[in-house]
């Protein structure tokens, strides 16, 4: 049997908004530095978003990145509350990680939780080699406030 409804019954419905933010940047860019930072032009890549009701932010990161020699060339992220402060730090336990002179795209994404509703949350890549001249040719933020 169908649903049935009166004359003039409103109908309503649960409608949910997702607000999203992305960055890209296909420009080749190289990095010499040990240490987490810009590449060497361009300064610094970042994407932000205002926060949802529900304090949830989904980030995903994609590289394409390479380096000179045998070495390791590392992408890693940084998000910021205008509020709530540092929610996640650089690292290379989590960091995006190629070796060698094949261009490699590589992902990840992250939830990030406990952020102010309202506030902006801005993320910044940041890179570094291990030795080497590492180099970026795409890389990308998308990030999606979550209902």
């Known amino acids: 049997m169908g649903t049935h409804r009166r004359a003039a019954q409103r109908i309503t419905a649960a409608i ?48 394409t990145q390479r380096n000179s020699g045998a070495n390791n060339t590392i992408t890693s992220w940084r998000a910021t509350g205008s509020s709530s402060g540092s929610k996640y730090t650089e690292n290379d336990t989590a960091a995006l990680i190629i070796a060698g002179t094949n261009n490699f795209p590589v992902s990840l994404f992250y939830l990030v939780t406990g952020l102010v509703p309202g506030e902006t949350l801005t993320v910044t890549l940041l890179h570094r080699v291990n030795a080497g001249t590492g180099t970026v040719d795409y890389r990308q933020i998308l990030l999606t406030g979550l209902p």
């Open 16 to 63: 949910e908004t997702f607000l999203a933010s992305q960055a890209e940047d296909t420009t080749s860019r190289t990095t010499t530095a040990g240490s987490y930072g810009n590449l060497a032009t361009g300064g610094a890549f970042t994407a932000s978003i205002v926060v949802p009701a529900s304090g949830w932010v989904r980030v995903d990161i994609r590289v």
